[in-house]
Nanobody, 117 residues
Framework: QVQLVESGGGWVQPGGSLRLSCVAS????????MGWYRQAPGNEREVVAV???????KYADSVKGRFTISRDNTKNTVYLQMDGLEPEDTAVYYC???????????WGQGTQVTVSS
């Protein structure tokens, strides 16, 4: 089973940027789609962005135009570029393969993103 390690989180002021990385212990090229999810305190985990093997992307309405998902199968890595961050983006961010439209496998430890002034 692929193990996933997320990194790149931290504290940033509103309007700032962060780039998250998710490195897999094995090949991600076999997974047609990879996704980034987030979970804020007291909230359910929600999907933020998805990228297919062909590079097609889909975003939650709340992050459209601000976040960009990408993947490098040669490095077994998925990225999430986050610009124009808002306090509402504060959450733990996770990446995971998506199979048949559902998160597949075990969640990693995630990376904390905090947006505040």
């Amino acid at each position: 089973q692929v193990q996933l390690v997320e990194s790149g989180g931290g504290w940033v002021q509103p309007g700032g940027s962060l780039r998250l990385s998710c490195v897999a212990s094995g090949s991600i090229s076999s997974f047609y789609a990879m996704g980034w999810y987030r979970q804020a305190p007291g909230n359910e985990r929600e999907v933020v962005a998805v990228i297919t093997g062909g590079g097609s992307t889909k975003y939650a309405d709340s992050v459209k135009g601000r976040f960009t998902i990408s993947r490098d199968n040669t490095k077994n890595t998925v990225y999430l570029q986050m610009d124009g961050l808002e306090p509402e983006d504060t959450a733990v961010y996770y990446c995971i393969p998506i199979v048949n439209g559902q998160a597949f496998g075990s969640w990693g430890q995630g990376t904390q993103v905090t947006v505040s002034s």
